[in-house]
């Protein structure tokens, strides 16, 4: 069997390619499960209104969306 490259097929995509490809839904999956998981907690456990800790998260994502605009340079 012999081995294909980008002169012999250029739509061949290497393992190495794919598997960083796929990283993305697979922290997207993490974070979305840590997120659950964290709110649940904050609201059954410390009593915490849920409408505060979505409140609280979607303050953190803003400011790290603004700290990431300052950083690029």
Known sequence: MSRRNKVQDPDHVSIGKLVAWQMRPISLGAVTIITMYLSL???DTLGMPAALVGTLLMASKV???????????
């Not at 400011?63 to 340079?73: E, H, M, P």
Request: glycine share 14%; net charge negative; proline share 0%.
């Open 63 to 73: 400011f790290d969306g603004a700290t990431d605009l300052l950083r690029v340079g």
């Open 41 to 43: 907690y904050c609201t």
